[in-house]
């Protein structure tokens, strides 16, 4: 597949090498054109760079790393996303005392309003950068989750077969709406990082085998009001 990076910050950075690991052609961009290089330069193969309008001419699939800036800023022609999976992991900055704000509207759709035409899927947003350093190599059995939301079924597909080829568990959380506990889910886990001042760590998501009969009595009539039809209240 070829994926287009637009920022080489951190985060594009280490994806970008990671799925060109994998094979996938990956074209680093950067306003600075000297830090594309560089980073493309750590590859070994399968890289390119230039700058951000550049890649995101490029990918079938786009990583967009600019936080809270509008594409309309960073690119000559935005409207290149048209049609395009454009992925984000965009997480708020860590408050000193960690009261993180209620996520009302999340990044991912703020960012799809500002390119409408585009396929904007959430993905990365719990996972550490320092975490894709083990990418392709050593994650079989830890279970690390990569929490997927967007619109479009087949783009969160797309995202999921990405996810899984660099050895994380994809978790399709469905409609992009689900950023909202996505991104909160990142201030959980970045508050449990900052207190342990360690990045290694994140969360696994596991399926339990179901045990029947109940041991415990089982889920009864609860008196409290149901969220759903199928889930629990609690
Ligand atoms: N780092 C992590 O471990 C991690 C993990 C999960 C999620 N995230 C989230 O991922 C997002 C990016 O984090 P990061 O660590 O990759 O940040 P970063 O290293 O600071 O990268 C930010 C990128 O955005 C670009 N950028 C910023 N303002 C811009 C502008 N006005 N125009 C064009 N480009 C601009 C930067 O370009 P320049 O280099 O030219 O400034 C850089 O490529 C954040 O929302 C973060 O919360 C990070």
Same mark, same amino acid.
């Given at each position: 597949?070829?994926?287009?990076?637009?920022? &080489?910050?951190?985060?594009?950075?280490?994806?970008?090498?990671?799925?060109?690991?994998?094979?996938?052609?990956?074209?680093?961009?950067?306003?600075?054109?000297?830090?594309?290089?560089?980073? $493309?330069?750590?590859?070994?193969?399968?890289?390119?760079?230039? @700058?951000?309008?550049? $890649?995101?001419?490029?990918?079938?699939?786009?990583?967009?790393?600019?936080?809270?800036?509008?594409?309309?800023?960073?690119?000559?022609?935005?409207?290149?996303?048209?049609?395009?999976?454009?992925?984000?992991?965009?997480?708020?900055?860590?408050?000193? @005392?960690?009261?993180?704000?209620?996520?009302?509207?999340?990044?991912?759709? &703020?960012?799809?309003?500002?390119?409408?035409?585009?396929?904007?899927? &959430?993905?990365?947003?719990?996972? &550490?950068?320092?975490?894709?350093?083990?990418?392709?190599?050593?994650?079989?059995?830890?279970?690390?989750?990569?929490?997927?939301?967007?619109?479009?079924?087949? $783009?969160?597909?797309?995202?999921?077969?990405?996810?899984?080829?660099?050895?994380?568990?994809?978790?399709?959380?469905?409609?992009?709406?689900?950023?909202?506990?996505?991104?909160?889910?990142?201030?959980?886990?970045?508050?449990?990082?900052?207190?342990?001042?360690?990045?290694?760590?994140?969360?696994?998501?596991?399926?339990?085998?179901?045990?029947?009969?109940?041991?415990?009595?089982?889920?009864?009539?609860?008196?409290?009001?149901?969220?759903?039809?199928?889930?629990?209240?609690?």
């Amino acid at each position: 597949m070829k994926i287009g990076i637009v920022g &080489t910050g951190n985060m594009g950075r280490v994806l970008g090498l990671a799925l060109a690991e994998r094979g996938h052609q990956v074209f680093f961009g950067a306003r600075n054109i000297e830090k594309a290089r560089q980073a $493309a330069q750590i590859g070994t193969s399968n890289t390119f760079f230039g @700058d951000n309008q550049q $890649a995101a001419e490029f990918g079938d699939v786009i990583y967009y790393n600019p936080r809270d800036v509008c594409p309309a800023d960073v690119l000559s022609n935005p409207d290149v996303l048209n049609g395009k999976v454009v992925v984000e992991s965009h997480n708020g900055t860590v408050p000193s @005392d960690f009261s993180f704000a209620p996520v009302v509207e999340s990044r991912a759709e &703020t960012l799809q309003s500002q390119i409408p035409e585009a396929q904007v899927v &959430t993905a990365f947003n719990t996972i &550490t950068q320092e975490i894709f350093e083990h990418a392709n190599r050593s994650l079989d059995g830890l279970n690390i989750a990569c929490f997927i939301a967007g619109d479009q079924p087949e $783009a969160r597909e797309t995202v999921a077969q990405l996810v899984a080829s660099l050895g994380f568990t994809p978790v399709d959380c469905g409609e992009l709406r689900q950023a909202r506990l996505i991104e909160s889910a990142a201030d959980l886990v970045r508050m449990l990082l900052y207190k342990q001042k360690s990045p290694w760590a994140s969360f696994s998501f596991t399926k339990i085998p179901p045990l029947q009969p109940s041991r415990l009595g089982g889920r009864q009539a609860s008196s409290l009001t149901r969220a759903t039809t199928t889930g629990s209240s609690q």
